[in-house]
Nanobody, 121 residues
Framework: QVQLVESGGGLVQTGGSLRLSCAAS????????FGWFRQALGKERDFVAA????????NYADSVKGRFTISRDNAKNTVYLQMNSLKPEDTAIYYC??????????????WGQGTQVTVSS
């Protein structure tokens, strides 16, 4: 059983930066991956970024390419999402997920509680 706890959300102005963290505890398996998803108010949960356990593969949604970077520190069992050049449309609850590497939310069976990111204009 894997548990995920996100942190690092908050309020930031347009153009600002935030770094989200996702701490994993419990049993993790080296051939699985982590993903970040986000859900804006009244909208579906959308893919943001994913990374394999080894870090050899990463994938990003087109809307965040060049602005967001996903990384992981296996020694700390932590995955990060560095978000730069934030826009108001990035406002959402951000969720960390653990499961099979990919961009579909159905690849992931374990989810964190989410952390709110609000970008003011």
């Amino acid at each position: 059983q894997v548990q995920l706890v996100e942190s690092g959300g908050g309020l930031v102005q347009t153009g600002g930066s935030l770094r989200l963290s996702c701490a994993a505890s419990g049993r993790t398996v080296s051939n699985y991956g982590f993903g970040w998803f986000r859900q804006a108010l009244g909208k579906e949960r959308d893919f943001v970024a994913a990374i394999t356990w080894s870090g050899s593969s990463r994938n990003y949604a087109d809307s965040v390419k060049g602005r967001f970077t996903i990384s992981r520190d296996n020694a700390k069992n932590t995955v990060y999402l560095q978000m730069n050049s934030l826009k108001p449309e990035d406002t959402a609850i951000y969720y960390c997920a653990f499961g099979n590497y990919g961009s579909s939310r159905y690849n992931y069976g374990t989810w964190g509680q989410g952390t709110q990111v609000t970008v003011s204009s």
